[in-house]
């Protein structure tokens, strides 16, 4: 438990029943007006906890307007006009019957994106695709960057911007960008990490990968020949798209639209008659994929089960949990997995495991409790591939029972209803947020035991941090809000 102590300026606007106008210019990075007509969307406020956010389009010398009531604030106006960066505005402005002075906006210059957009297989220039950036719909008459490509698969994309991440780094940005062709896969480039240009001149070209190819198969099983009428079939292709579908009569399965290249086929029965156990049978094969029609066969042959095992280790407190193994099986490829069923198996008292008999695939294995036990596995991700008769790794999955912080923010007089406890672990940048109570008060959702950052939030101000622990008790403190000018 700690207690915040606090104190914050805040402003109050009057009640009127006059309208009130919000008007202001948009200006260029020149500091001209833009030529083209942008789109503004004003966020506002009252104390008494209401929000709304009003849009407008600037006209002749990139002036802008809007009316509502008096009593709202002004709290971040937001501009975008094509071939323009984002422009962006925080203040605290009251709202007055008439005119409330100008709220001027100057964008960005944003980023530009030149390169081509090619065809994966054959390396030929694809036309009419659509390109854009910013934005996950493509917009031909938007704000945001958006260009479809000519005969030689050129685009140029203006006003991109050019975001910094945390991750990324100071000196490198990341440029969201998209490409959708009618007879290609779709693409969502994310440039992560791509060094920061001062020229903002960035080239790139991509390339997209055809769905012009389909995969025509049977299966059979391998002891008599037979075909299996009822068996699952899992793809997943080169671009680690998955499909899914059953083996019908005569044992064939269709898939279409697949792109070309590697795909990796999956399968198992999924039927067997009732009086009968189901065998434990398992076929894969590899097709490289070219535009057209592509075969496979895939033969179900009896395999020897794989297996997991491991402990479960409780922290110190933790005792009285009992959890119990999940594993999820599914397909991988890469940064992919594809979980198709789910089994529990138990574990026992000294914290041992072992679950057998197990179909290959691409495992999952996590820690769970019963309804209303508090306990939280260690926040790591344990994925790995068991192939025909093999056995994992022993697997040591860690718990401890949840803990939470629990305080309250002390700020006689304020409104809090827009007031946000932020907490994140102290090893990583991963930052949760949740609103306070009316007065103040505040309970986390179940965490993990450790260290933890903490800080409060206040109309988009951040305070000063505190790094708690379970048994961590220690006072923050918020020192006044700096007025503006």
């Not at 805040?10 to 202001?24: I, Y």
């Not at 509502?68 to 984002?86: D, F, L």
């Amino acid at each position: 438990m700690w207690t915040a102590l606090a104190a914050l300026l805040l402003t109050f606007a009057s009640q009127g029943p006059d309208t009130a106008r919000v008007e202001g210019r948009i200006l260029t990075s020149s500091g001209e007006a833009p030529k083209v007509s942008v789109g503004v969307t004003v966020a506002m406020r009252k104390d008494d906890g209401n929000y709304q956010q009003l849009t407008a389009r600037s006209g002749e010398g990139g002036v802008w307007k809007l009316e509502t009531q008096p009593g709202w604030k002004v709290i971040e106006v937001w501009a975008r006009g094509r071939n323009h960066g984002p422009g962006h505005v925080v203040l605290e402005r009251a709202l007055i019957a008439g005119g409330n002075g100008s709220i001027d906006v100057p964008l960005t210059r944003g980023a530009t994106l030149r390169g081509r957009v090619l065809d994966k297989a054959t390396g030929r220039p694809v036309a009419g695709v659509r390109v854009w950036a910013d934005n996950w719909e493509f917009r031909e008459d938007g704000d945001t960057p958006a260009s479809r490509t000519d005969e030689q698969g050129r685009f140029e994309l203006i006003g991109v911007e050019e975001r910094t991440t945390y991750e990324a780094g100071p000196n490198n940005v990341h440029l969201d960008l998209h490409a959708d062709g009618a007879d290609h896969a779709p693409l969502r480039q994310a440039l992560e990490g791509y060094p920061r240009q001062a020229s903002g001149d960035y080239a790139i070209d991509l390339a997209l990968v055809p769905l012009n190819c389909e995969v025509n198969g049977v299966v059979n099983y391998a002891e008599n020949g037979e075909p299996c009428y009822s068996a699952m079939v899992a793809l997943i292709d080169d671009l680690g798209q998955y499909r899914v579908t059953t083996s019908g009569a005569g044992g064939v399965f269709r898939f279409e639209r697949i792109a070309a290249g590697r795909a990796q086929l999956w399968c198992w029965p999924i039927h067997s008659q009732p009086s009968e156990p189901r065998p434990l049978l398992f076929g894969t094969d590899a097709v490289l994929v070219n535009p057209g029609d592509n075969a496979s066969v895939i033969w179900l042959e009896s395999c020897a089960g794989t297996r997991v095992h491991g402990k479960a280790i409780g922290l110190p407190g933790s005792e009285g949990l009992k959890p119990a193994l999940v594993l999820r099986r599914g397909l991988g490829r890469d940064s992919l997995t594809v979980h198709f069923e789910e089994q529990r198996f138990p574990v026992q008292p000294d914290g041992s495991f072992e679950a057998t008999g197990l179909l290959p695939g691409r495992y999952q294995a996590e820690l769970v409790f019963p309804e209303g036990e508090v306990g939280l596995v260690e926040p790591r991700t344990f994925d790995f591939t068991l192939d025909l008769g093999a056995s994992s790794a022993p697997l040591e999955l860690r718990y401890a029972r949840a803990v939470s912080f629990a305080g309250r923010l002390d700020a006689p007089g304020e409104d809090l209803r827009f007031t946000t406890l932020e907490y994140s672990p102290l090893d990583r940048e991963s930052w949760t947020s949740q609103m306070l109570e009316p007065d103040g008060r505040f309970l986390t959702t179940p965490l993990w035991p450790g260290q933890w950052r903490l800080r409060v939030r206040h109309q988009g101000w951040p305070g000063p941090e505190i790094t708690v622990g379970p048994a961590s008790a220690g006072d923050l403190v918020l020192k006044p809000k700096p007025e503006k000018p």
